[in-house]
């Protein structure tokens, strides 16, 4: 297969929206990519919409179901942080950058969700500190490339406030820079969250959510001009992507409340979880319902139903582990939960069944107020993909695609083949 390009940058701002567009094509930088490149604002993301799930997408082409990154974290109930998909090993089959350094290619890896010891020459994975005991910069250089990362620690970890945004994204920004002067790669991925933060925090239109969309504007031209400046531009191609829409809500939706207090969660003397029958394991804008023992399924369907007979509960849709699996999400799960429009799912098990959110819950960050996760079927709920350079046709604008078809795409730019794949190369966008 015919190779199209030199370097593939994927950039990925995550919660950029297809409603961003309005403010996205008058920037400097976003402008400088939709002036040349092709565009589609209507991108349909995977259920559920949230960020490991969909970069896993982004990179096999396929949906959760296929890849098994089915959730931001894993189910472990009683768990105040559950550990995350950190790890390429949860991955099933290929990916884009296996593919490419197979290929022989030069790959590169900054915050990039489930990369945490993948084979990518340059790796700085997204993983943080998950134990009392350990440390935020070893975990980060044990999964990774240490040399690599403890160069860009040294020159620029001054820059960092902890896991805190915007500093991280600034800290990514000069690392990215850094490894595209000095490392030239011919793929790299990058993986910025200041906007998801915002929104998460603040709110989908907040004035932080703004801010942060003028700040990404500037660390793609900074990303341009490290192009220009190591004379690779012409060579390249560079993709701006966004996972997942949001959206705002003022209510949680604390199913394991409810399920603990009928019985199918018991605690311990320290009200840690000794057993569980039933567990809501939330993903944000959806949920998933595991049942230990299917004797109780029938059980916790009618509990399910009486609930969703009042809208009050925030419940819109209740699915089967078969229909859920069809949308591409954890066919295993004994149902799966779609909220309402101003409601989310929590794992908590304590407070009410509805919590109401307040100033001060979001001041300590103990809930939100903007969540993603919803259905891709949620109105105004698409993500965004716009491209430019070699391989690119110039000038193209394409109705709808999917998520799922970014890394069919993405392979077909560097020669690369991702086997069959839930997503296809959108030809109409590639120029031979």
């Keep these: 297969m015919t190779r199209l390009t030199e370097h593939?940058?994927?950039?990925?701002?995550?919660?950029?929206?297809?409603?961003?567009?309005?403010?996205?094509?008058?920037?400097p930088?976003?402008?400088?990519?939709l002036s040349k490149g092709s565009l589609c604002k209507n991108v349909e993301t995977i259920y559920p919409s949230v960020t490991y799930p969909c970069h896993a997408t982004i990179v096999t082409g396929n949906h959760p179901k296929k890849h098994g990154i089915i959730n931001n974290t894993f189910t472990q109930p009683g768990r105040v942080s559950p550990d995350w998909y950190w790890h390429r090993s949860h991955i099933k089959g290929t990916t884009l950058y296996d593919e490419a350094k197979k290929a022989g290619m030069t790959?590169?890896?900054l915050l990039w969700p489930v990369t945490a010891k993948a084979d990518i020459d340059y790796n700085m994975p997204e993983i943080f500190a998950n134990r009392s005991w350990q440390n935020q910069i070893l975990v980060s250089l044990?999964?990774?490339t240490p040399l690599y990362q403890l160069s860009l620690n040294r020159r620029f970890g001054h820059i960092r406030k902890g896991l805190n945004q915007p500093e991280l994204d600034d800290f990514v920004l000069?690392?990215?820079v850094a490894t595209i002067k000095e490392k030239n790669p011919h793929l790299l991925l990058v993986h910025f969250t200041d906007l998801d933060t915002q929104r998460h925090y603040h709110g989908f239109s907040s004035d932080e959510a703004i801010a942060a969309i003028l700040r990404h504007d500037r660390r793609l031209g900074r990303i341009l001009a490290a192009l220009k400046e190591a004379g690779i531009y012409e060579n390249s191609t560079v993709s701006v992507i966004g996972d997942h829409s949001a959206l705002d809500e003022s209510k949680a939706v604390q199913l394991n409340v409810l399920l603990k207090d009928r019985g199918y969660i018991s605690l311990d003397a320290r009200q840690r979880v000794k057993n569980w029958k039933a567990y809501c394991k939330g993903c944000d804008g959806s949920a998933y319902i595991y049942v230990k023992n299917t004797s109780v399924k029938k059980e916790i369907e009618q509990l399910l139903y009486e609930l969703y007979e009042n809208p009050s509960n925030g419940i819109q849709q209740i699915y089967t582990?078969?229909?859920?699996g069809e949308m591409g999400a954890d066919p295993t799960c004994a149902f799966m939960l779609e909220a309402r429009i101003g409601y989310y799912?929590?794992?908590t098990l304590d407070g009410e069944l509805i919590h109401t959110v307040t100033p001060e819950d979001v001041k300590e960050k103990r809930y939100t107020w903007g969540s993603h996760g919803y259905s891709p079927k949620k109105e105004n709920y698409t993500t965004i993909f716009m491209a430019a350079g070699k391989g690119i046709v110039p000038h193209k604008e394409i109705d709808v695609m999917h998520l799922a078809d970014e890394g069919p795409t993405f392979a077909r730019l560097l020669g690369l083949d991702l086997g069959k794949t839930d997503g296809k190369v959108m030809e109409e966008l590639i120029e031979e």
């Excluded at 930088?29 to 990519?33: A, D, P």
Aim: glycine residues 4%; hydrophobic residues 40%.
């Design 8 to 27: 593939l940058i994927v950039i990925s701002f995550d919660c950029l929206s297809s409603q961003d567009y309005t403010i996205l094509k008058d920037l």
């Design 174 to 176: 000069e690392s990215t």
């Design 29 to 33: 930088h976003f402008n400088e990519l």
């Design 142 to 144: 044990f999964n990774g």
């Design 345 to 347: 799912f929590k794992d």
């Design 321 to 324: 582990g078969a229909e859920a």
């Design 107 to 109: 790959t590169a890896a």
